[in-house]
């Protein structure tokens, strides 16, 4: 038996939902003669009758019946190809993998993803903590898709565009003295020790933080460089300040005060990244609402 095509099924359910040859050829833009071929053509080739023809028209036999209701979802199943294949050309479908930092995940990735989300709603998403100074050769080797990071040097295979430029603010414990004051020179922090983050984890975030010390006009006393907790529990303990992100507010872990900055205000560059060689109808479509996001900012 040969194969059935998608024009032939088309004309069996088609006669079956009008049951009558005259109107189903009517609709379909055919003469009767040839869409009364084409459904003794798919009759032969199934080896079985699948309409009665009598005076006020056909029905369909119970093999017919059959018939027409499995090719209904061949051909259901035939427009959902079409519409999903279509959608994941136009970035509108699929899956995302989203690799951020901690600097994003209080405030601006929130926002990408209920962006993202309200463009395309097909597109799953999955998101991944991850330090900044492993994105990169996770985007290289097809880890994540795009990544959320302070701005720092990358790669000529690495793409990124700029989300946003967040103002940063002091963090000290709260039993400091800056901890009652609402704002404090950025000079001031020239006699305190910096708590950061080390450079071999978070390459941005640090050289930002810095660059920004280097902008008011003195050196920091950086203390060794930590990781995690063990940064927020040397400043809750006293041992130094830190400047963070302002959305830190959102998450700030217990002992903790955030303290303002006097203008000007020193600000942290958020970027999404992606690899350029590996990109997607679905990352295109992100870059574009990302930088729709950075004008809202």
């Known amino acids: 038996m040969s194969t059935l095509d998608l024009r032939q099924l088309r004309s069996v359910v088609e006669v079956a939902q009008q049951r009558s040859f005259t109107r189903a050829a009517q609709r379909m833009h055919v003469a009767q003669q040839a ?5 003794r053509n798919v009759e032969d080739q199934v080896g079985v009758q699948l309409f009665l023809r009598t ?3 056909v029905e369909p036999t119970a093999a017919g019946e059959v018939f027409v209701e499995e090719a209904r979802r061949v051909l259901t199943g035939v427009d959902r190809l079409v519409q999903r294949t279509r959608a994941a050309a136009e970035g509108l479908s699929g899956t995302l993998r989203v690799a951020y930092s901690l600097a994003t ?3 601006t990735l929130p926002r990408l993803l209920e962006a993202l989300r309200d463009a395309t709603p097909d597109v799953r998403v999955e998101e991944r903590e991850m330090v900044a100074s492993e994105m990169e050769q996770a985007l290289l080797d097809g880890r994540a898709d795009v990544a959320l990071c302070p701005r720092a040097v990358v ?3 690495i793409d990124r565009v700029e989300v946003r430029r967040e103002e940063l603010v002091f963090a000290v414990g709260a039993d400091h003295p800056w901890a009652t004051r609402e704002v404090v020179p950025l000079a001031e922090l020239a006699d305190e020790r910096l708590v950061v983050w080390g450079r071999d984890t978070a390459p941005g975030y640090h050289d930002a933080v810095l660059a920004s010390c280097r902008q008011a006009g003195f050196e920091p006393h950086v203390g060794e460089p930590s990781s995690g907790a063990t ?7 006293g041992a130094g300040v830190g400047l963070v992100v302002t959305s830190i507010a959102v998450g700030l872990p217990r002992g903790l005060a955030l303290v303002r900055i006097e203008p000007p205000v020193p600000r942290l560059t958020i970027d999404l990244l992606w690899a350029h060689e590996d990109a997607t109808p ?3 479509r992100v ?5 729709q996001l950075a004008h809202r900012w």
Not at 35 to 39: F, G, K, N, W
């Open 105 to 107: 995940v209080y405030e």
């Open 35 to 39: 869409l009364s071929q084409q459904v």
């Open 55 to 57: 005076a006020r028209g």
């Open 282 to 284: 679905l990352v295109a």
């Open 287 to 291: 870059r574009t609402i990302a930088e």
């Open 231 to 237: 940064v927020w529990g040397a400043i809750a303990n």
């Open 155 to 157: 790669g000529a295979g």
